[in-house]
């Protein structure tokens, strides 16, 4: 029996983690039923109030019912402790719009039975479908998937939402029927009810003041009994006969399941099973909605717990607690905000604060049902009225405000607003369901549209940048005047449908000037099948003009270059239009460039001592006395001319071949090139200024005759010949100069705007 108890301790630990905080949870509960319990009541009777007055009591029933079904399941299955599910207004105003469009359906207009019968099926159908969505974005680990919906969608649905919960509610303020018109009041005043009004306005009013002043009680319980005292004064001290229609009776019932077999048997006999498709497509937008709903209050309350919730297994509770409903024809249900938070101030730490919250709504309906029902319908209608000002969404009115930013920065915000406002009309002069489709497709547009303005984050030619190959100054004079028929373009994002014509029509206009086009490909995040017949297109159009198309930075271990071959991409290119970087890119159109002019002084030219910088200004006597301090070395392809990190610090005069300069990259020995030196440059300079260590590599890349300085015999030519070295530190000073210019120059070129 011990061991028996432990176990039952040990589950019971585990689904409520911290009963030692049951005072808590319980308060938690109480008042987030307190709140949910009168919201329910005017959800349910708002998106059944086409099946009329008689239908009232089950209406608040079914809402009620989603509050406890819901509400228990999300909390026992879901991940966040402090949610509390229930109706919500925009799943509440998409089974309105259903329930309304079957109401006027003349196929309908037969027995009341089978009408009721056919409107609860459509409802639980419409519900299962989207608790089964949900199950299904949760169970296959893409949950979060649902966040990304635009958010000037959600906003401009939430202003819609709003402001036609407030519309709704105002024939009932008013005490006219819900058919009624603005322009049939204007025309007859004298049919608006002053005591239903007063009794609505006295509910506001009441509900405004308790948000401010009254902390301990909900506001909406305050303006919902001031309403119902107010309606009751009326009636005993004003001698107002017909104060306005109540509720109802709400008699204490168990949820009857919907059976499937009536349902389909009465959509046979009044021939409506082709509103199957518009009753799953409402499904999947309820699973949708409910999902973001759900989502954001975790967002939300986990700024409160300091805990992360888990996408997937909320949507999964709360599936499963909207399937639950669909069962017995009542509301969907999804996370609330506000709930959530009343949960947490009054106590709430586990998910038994939200079982219990079921609970409560549960023994509410039970004892307090019959008491309800003599609430008056324009306190509820103030209520909701009261909700719907909630509901307006603070990021559209700030978004608003931002139009008076730069030209660009409002565009963006203009563009952002016009789809907000778009979907909250479609929301309130159509219906909810059009206006989400309708929203996203407007924002995926023009989502496409921002990224396919340009894909191109820089251009520079090769004029601007060079190769990390420094050559002979003849060709370096030759390229920094031809350098310009080498075009650099940097590419970012995705190359897609939407952005891979903007780039082929991008580089019509270039100039005809242009030898070599390079796209380095390093920010390139993805590429369509519509974007590998770019490349080919780009190829084919820049050759017609006797231009060399290369692609740089893409390997063969990347994603991108694996799907490129996989669509035949890389075979219609050629292998030889890729190189591993950029700066081998340029240093072959730089190659082709200078073959072209037939340029002299390649790498395999040796240069005489004399010719070279370091001599500029000296006689042929300290050109000769420099020969003698200086040493001959001849290294061939791979050897190793002084290491990173090594003490020696002497100079070297490159007279034929080339060296690379390369630095360790990483933890992984991986070396860089920095520079590729030749003829007449000097390398190692720096160590035998500051006498500091090495701070790079040097190889050979072929047969390479270098002449040597060392510190030690520059201190000889020093004491000796003080002329010839301030003029060789003049030189030295001059190349230097020439190398950080080149730098400084290429820094700007290469500077993000």
């Given amino acids: 029996m011990g061991r028996l108890g432990g176990q039952l301790a040990l589950i019971t630990n585990r689904l409520f983690p911290a009963l030692s905080d049951l005072r808590g949870d319980v308060a938690g509960g109480f008042t987030a039923a307190i709140i949910t319990f009168p919201q329910a009541i005017g959800y349910g009777l708002l998106a059944f109030a086409p099946l009329g007055a008689s239908f009232a009591g089950d209406a608040a029933a079914l809402g009620i019912y989603s509050a406890v079904l819901a509400g228990f399941l999300a909390s026992l299955l879901g991940s966040m402790a402090i949610q509390i599910t229930g109706p919500k207004v925009p799943l509440t105003l998409l089974v309105a719009v259903l329930v309304t469009q079957l109401a006027l359906d003349p196929r309908l207009a037969v027995n009341e039975e089978i009408r009721i019968t056919l409107i609860l099926g459509a409802v639980s159908i419409s519900v299962m479908i989207g608790g089964l969505f949900q199950i299904v974005l949760g169970v296959s680990g893409i949950g979060a998937i649902a966040k990304y ?5 959600i906003g401009g649905f939430m202003n819609g939402i709003a402001l036609l919960l407030i519309l709704k509610q105002i024939p009932l303020l008013l005490g006219v029927p819900g058919d009624f018109s603005l322009h049939g009041l204007i025309a007859q005043p004298e049919l608006i009810r002053l005591s239903t009004l007063l009794v609505g306005s006295v509910t506001l009013a009441a509900i405004f003041l308790a948000k401010r002043y009254v902390k301990r009680v909900p506001a909406y319980v305050v ?4 309403g119902t005292g107010t309606h009751y004064l009326l009636a005993i001290f004003a001698d107002v006969r017909d104060p306005g229609p109540l509720v109802g009776t709400i008699g204490f019932q168990w949820p009857a399941p919907v059976n499937p077999a009536d349902v389909v048997t009465a959509a046979v006999q009044v021939g409506v099973l082709e509103l199957l498709p518009a009753l799953v ?4 937008v309820i699973g949708l909605i409910g999902a973001l709903e759900s989502l954001f209050s975790c967002v939300v309350s986990d700024n409160l717990t300091k805990e992360r919730h888990d996408s997937n297994r909320e949507l999964i509770g709360q599936g499963v607690g909207n399937l639950a409903c669909a069962l017995v024809g009542a509301l969907p249900a999804a996370g609330s905000v506000p709930r959530s938070q009343a949960n947490f101030k009054a106590g709430g730490r586990t998910r038994l604060s939200g079982i219990l919250g079921a609970g409560f709504v549960f023994l509410f309906f039970l004892v307090l049902g019959p008491l309800v029902g003599t609430v008056p319908m324009a306190a509820v209608a103030a209520m909701l009225m009261f909700v719907g000002f909630d509901l307006f969404d603070g990021w559209t009115v700030s978004l608003a405000r931002k139009l008076r930013a730069q030209v660009r920065q409002r565009r963006e915000v203009l563009l952002d607003l016009v789809v907000a406002l778009a979907v909250a009309i479609i929301t309130v002069s159509v219906n909810l369901i059009v206006a989400v489709g309708v929203g996203i497709v407007a924002a995926s547009a023009l989502f496409i549209a921002r990224m396919g303005n340009t894909i191109v984050r820089r251009r520079y030619d090769g004029c601007a940048v060079r190769s990390r190959k420094m050559r002979s100054p003849i060709q370096e004079q030759y390229l920094a005047g031809a350098g310009n028929q080498i075009l650099v373009l940097e590419l970012q994002g995705p ?10 029509a991008e580089l019509e206009g270039v100039s005809a000037t242009m030898r070599y086009l390079i796209l380095d490909m390093r920010r390139v995040t993805d590429i369509d099948s519509t974007g590998t017949r770019v490349l080919p297109q780009l190829k084919s159009l820049i050759e017609k003009e006797g231009t060399h198309f290369l692609i740089s930075n893409l390997a063969e271990a990347q994603p991108i270059w694996q799907f490129l071959d996989f669509m035949g991409v890389v075979g219609a290119l050629g292998r030889e239009c ?5 700066d081998e890119a340029l240093e072959w159109a730089e190659e082709g460039l200078l073959a072209q002019a037939d340029v002299p002084m390649g790498m395999d030219t040796e240069m005489a001592l004399e010719d070279s910088p370091l001599t500029d200004g000296m006689t042929a006597l300290e050109m000769e006395y420099l020969m003698q301090r200086m040493t001959a070395s001849l290294y061939t392809a791979g050897d190793l001319i002084f290491r990173e990190g090594d003490s020696d610090s002497g100079m070297l005069l490159v007279l034929r071949g080339s060296v690379t300069i390369g630095q360790e990259a990483g933890s992984n020995g991986k070396v860089k090139r920095v520079f590729t030196y030749g003829p007449g440059s000097v390398i190692g300079e720096l160590a035998m200024l500051d006498q500091q260590k090495r701070s790079a ?15 030690d015999e520059f201190k000889v030519i020093k004491e000796h010949r003080p002329q010839l070295a301030v003029k060789l530190l003049s030189n030295l000073a001059r190349v230097v100069s020439n190398k950080l210019r080149r730098a400084s120059n290429e820094l700007a070129a290469l500077e993000d705007g």
């Avoid at 497509?281 to 999947?284: I, S």
């Avoid at 190359?495 to 082929?504: A, N």
């Avoid at 890729?578 to 950029?582: C, G, N």
């Fill in 149 to 153: 919906v635009p958010y000037p969608v």
């Fill in 578 to 582: 890729f190189f591993p970087t950029t």
């Fill in 495 to 504: 190359i897609f449908f939407g952005s891979g014509d903007k780039l082929i």
């Fill in 223 to 226: 303006g919902l009994i001031a």
């Fill in 281 to 284: 497509f409402t499904g999947l």
């Fill in 697 to 711: 590599s040097a190889w050979a890349d072929g047969v390479v005759a270098v002449l040597g300085l060392s510190a």
